[in-house]
């Protein structure tokens, strides 16, 4: 499967015009329910990050795709848990992952509203805290506040690290290029920091 988004993204170089088309794709397929635990969300932004560094393609429209996609996914994650309860009951994956669903269920018991915004970093449960946020019946203003404001996070912090590399490869000498995606990378590290004190406290009390 990695071959075939690799494919992808070489696509994406020779056809730029798309390219905001197939990251919202991405981004939304990576944020469904389920059907995220099987897209690599993070190698797609990646790699549409070092098209942007090597100016390919434009920041500002991907990086609004990105964040379209990832608001849509959850949010309709967040509706089929909050109106279709019982389904989850009848999927063949929830059946079989049990552990998955539960660890889900953990995560937000012990991060309430945080954990929506919290499981967008989180590889393992990335496609099911939203789901489990529905079907805990989380209020959906405080849902959409926390889905909102984490995509907005979410989609520089994966594409910023990919446009380091793209300017770097592009033209190494020029430095200016590569103020902004070093200030990118700079602010993600301390979200990181800052999210790890806070689990960390979380852990403690």
Known sequence: ??????????????????????????????????????????????????????????????????????????????????????????????????????????????????????????GPIRAVVPLVAGLMRMPPKRFYIANILSALVWAPAYLLPGMLVGAAMGDATDWSKMLFPAAGVLLIVIAWLVIHKVIDSKNRS
Request: net charge negative; charged share 15%.
């Open 1 to 122: 499967m990695t071959d075939y988004f690799q494919q992808l993204l070489e696509w994406v170089q020779l056809n730029p015009d798309y390219a905001g088309l197939i990251i919202f794709s991405m981004a939304l397929a990576e944020s469904l329910a389920i059907i995220g635990v099987l897209i690599p969300g993070v190698v797609i932004l990646f790699g549409a990050g070092t098209l942007i560094g090597a100016g390919i393609i434009d920041f500002w429209s991907s990086c609004l795709w990105a964040i379209a996609g990832a608001i849509i996914g959850d949010g309709l994650s967040y509706w089929l848990g909050h109106h279709f309860e019982y389904i989850t009951d009848k999927w063949k994956w929830a059946r079989v992952h049990p552990d998955a669903m539960q660890k889900g269920f953990d995560f937000f018991e012990k991060y309430g509203d945080l954990s929506v915004a919290l499981g967008r970093f989180f």
